[in-house]
């Protein structure tokens, strides 16, 4: 049962161009989303996230957008730099449920096109 | 800050054979995590520790796997005895307190094959 997906295993983008990932969750009692970032023989790091009292969470080139109707978020990167070639996970929890646990996505491997 | 330690850094061991891992957390994390990473999945959360009380170990197997912490700083993850479906990055992770609140901050993890 995964309740954290992410259909796009792998997306390829050119440098300077708008990165768009992807994310859906099926528990409607998530309220909390997150973002991290993971290069090889490396653990994961934060990226960045967002409550769900809110629809937007900006960092830099980084913004989160939470759809909770839709029950789906998505990450966009502005603009894409080779740096940023990573393997990326959405995560999400449930504050105070059984779910109050950091679920994460299977990721989506980000490839920044020099 | 020094990041979250682990090791060793890879591992290969035969089936049936029992493996251990160590963690040393970020200084003053109160909660360590364990997490496993099949590849192409993401992290999967094996047992969760606040101080050296556990949280939640609601996914971990354990008539194979165990964990402690110990005084409420390091830990070790073992596995006995190991199945092929065992090969996974073993990773460790630390926060200053409550999960939903706290970013994570992970070690580089263990890579275990298991043959």
């Known amino acids: 049962d995964q309740q954290v997906k992410q259909n796009s295993p792998s997306l390829s983008v050119q440098e300077g161009r708008i990165s768009i990932l992807n994310c859906d969750y099926t528990n409607s009692m998530f309220d909390y989303f997150l973002w991290y970032k993971k290069y090889p023989a490396e653990g994961p790091t934060f990226l960045i996230s967002i409550s769900s009292i809110k629809d937007k969470n900006e960092d830099g080139r980084f913004t989160v957008f939470l759809n909770k109707s839709a029950k789906h978020l998505s990450l966009h990167i502005v603009p894409s730099q080779p740096g940023d070639s990573a393997v990326y996970f959405c995560?999400?929890?449930?504050?105070?449920?059984?779910?109050?646990?950091?679920?994460f996505g299977p990721g989506t491997s980000l490839s920044v096109i020099p | 800050e020094a990041g979250v330690a682990q090791s060793p850094r890879y591992k290969i061991i035969e089936k049936r054979q029992s493996v251990a891992f160590w963690c040393n957390p970020i200084s003053g994390h109160a909660t360590l995590y364990w997490y496993q990473q099949i590849l192409g999945q993401g992290p999967k959360l094996l047992i969760q520790f606040q101080n050296n009380g556990v949280v939640d170990d609601s996914q971990l197997p354990k008539d194979r796997f165990s964990a402690e912490r110990l005084k409420g700083v390091d830990s070790t993850l073992k596995i006995q005895p190991a199945k092929l479906e065992d090969s996974a990055v073993y990773l460790c992770?630390?926060?200053?307190?409550?999960?939903?609140?706290?970013?994570?901050?992970f070690g580089s993890g263990t890579q275990l094959s298991v043959l």
């Open positions: 995560a999400a929890s449930a504050t105070g449920t059984s779910y109050d646990k950091v679920i």
């Open positions: 992770a630390s926060s200053w307190g409550q999960v939903f609140k706290e970013k994570l901050f």
